[in-house]
């Protein structure tokens, strides 16, 4: 029910404006100023699996995280990490298209990059978040 | 440049890194058993990646024709990495993973971190000379040879540094007020901001480094009072 409702918030603001969640939740100070602007960050998502994976991993952490109590992070995070799980699916993804990286070149190698590397920086930022959460309980 | 770095190096790099770091989350959540195989796969598959030098002849030849669509992306992943690479050595005392020259990135490929982290490069690069600072001085008293002398005299450069730099934030005039531009005013007020928190932090940190992680000296009190 947990990831249904998170999809569906995630759908409903992409729908409204795609930058608006990327914006807000990930990379709150980032500003483009190039005719693109953020785009090709929504781009990635749409057309990657791994990263849009990797996406929903942390959007899943962050519901999380604000609406279950600090008591229940620590249980919660194995559900989270779960075979089949976003971030699993992300992780898995990520190493097929990594395996894969050998063939790579020209534009399609730089392309295949970027998805790549946007999708380990989604998962930092969920390992961060993660480390963090672990801090929190351990200081309170 | 950019796109040979970030192609190969930083592919090779980041991908290694990653498969230590979920190695390290794995012995340390626990997860021993789902992490291990998936590490062992990745591990393999980046020894597979190609040598950075074949990576980089072949982006060349497309690195014109690429310029236009993949600057935005390669400037955000780039200055991205470097950064979390730097806070990571900084934060851990450990050395920096990338193979790159931190520096150049942040000084000559255009990548500007103020409108990605909202801290402007001299910072960050202040920061990683400090870490780098803090790791001589480690080796140093390892093999018995550290010079105080030498130690003040590195951090002193570095202070001097931070302390015109944190002058010239300060004299920074505010932005006026623009209703038709609201948000480049309040994204000017943000990098000002959380570039001075930090300036003031790496003050903090080069005290340390110098003087040892002592709450009640008097430069990291001011430096603390101001944040």
Same mark, same amino acid.
């Given at each position: 029910v947990v990831i249904v409702n998170i999809?569906?918030?995630l759908l409903t603001d992409l729908a409204k404006d795609p930058c608006v969640a990327l914006e807000s939740w990930m990379y709150p100070f980032y500003h483009s100023f190039g005719k693109q602007g953020r785009g090709w960050l929504f781009s990635i998502l749409t057309r990657a699996k791994s990263t849009y994976h990797? +996406?929903?991993? =942390? !959007?899943? &952490?962050?519901? &999380? %995280? +604000?609406?279950? &109590?600090?008591r229940s992070i620590a249980n919660g995070s194995d559900h989270l990490r779960a075979k089949g799980g976003h971030y699993d699916i992300a992780l %898995?993804?990520?190493?097929?298209? =990594?395996?894969?990286? #050998?063939?790579?070149n020209g534009p399609t190698g730089l392309s295949q990059s970027i998805h790549v590397l946007t999708c380990i920086l989604q998962l930092l930022f969920s #390992?961060?978040?993660?480390i963090l959460s672990f801090n929190i309980l351990d200081t309170d | 440049v950019k796109y040979c770095l970030l192609t190969s190096l930083i592919l090779i790099s980041i991908s290694q890194a990653v498969c230590k770091r979920h190695n390290e989350l794995a012995m340390a959540y626990k997860y021993s058993g789902y992490f291990a195989s998936s590490t062992s796969t990745c591990t393999d598959s980046f020894n597979a990646v190609g040598s950075p030098v074949s990576a980089c002849e072949k982006d060349r030849q497309d690195e014109q024709s690429l310029h236009g669509d993949s600057d935005e992306p390669v400037n955000f992943l780039l200055g991205s990495f470097v950064s979390f690479d730097i806070i990571a050595a900084a934060s851990s005392r450990s050395c920096p993973i990338l193979e790159v020259v931190h520096r150049l990135v942040l000084?000559?490929?255009?990548? #500007?971190?103020? &409108?990605l982290t909202a801290c402007e490069n001299w910072v960050m690069i202040l920061i990683f000379e400090i870490s780098l600072l803090d790791n001589w001085k480690k080796e140093a008293q390892n093999a018995y040879e550290l010079s105080i002398v030498g130690l003040a005299k590195r951090g002193g450069q570095i202070r001097e540094h931070l302390r %015109? !730099?944190?002058?010239d934030l300060d004299n920074t005039p505010p932005t006026g007020f623009s209703?038709?531009?609201i948000s480049k005013t309040y994204s000017e007020r943000n990098h000002l901001e959380t570039t001075k928190i930090f300036a003031l932090s790496a003050m903090t940190y080069l005290n340390v480094v110098l003087s040892g992680a002592n709450p009640t000296l008097p430069e990291i009190v001011e430096a603390c009072r101001t944040q």
């Open positions: 999809v569906t918030c990797a +996406t929903l991993a =942390l !959007s899943e &952490h962050y519901q &999380h %995280r +604000t609406t279950l &109590h600090n %898995r993804e990520m190493q097929q298209s =990594l395996e894969k990286s #050998d063939a790579w #390992d961060v978040r993660e | 000084e000559k490929l255009g990548i #500007d971190l103020k &409108h %015109r !730099s944190l002058a209703p038709s531009n």
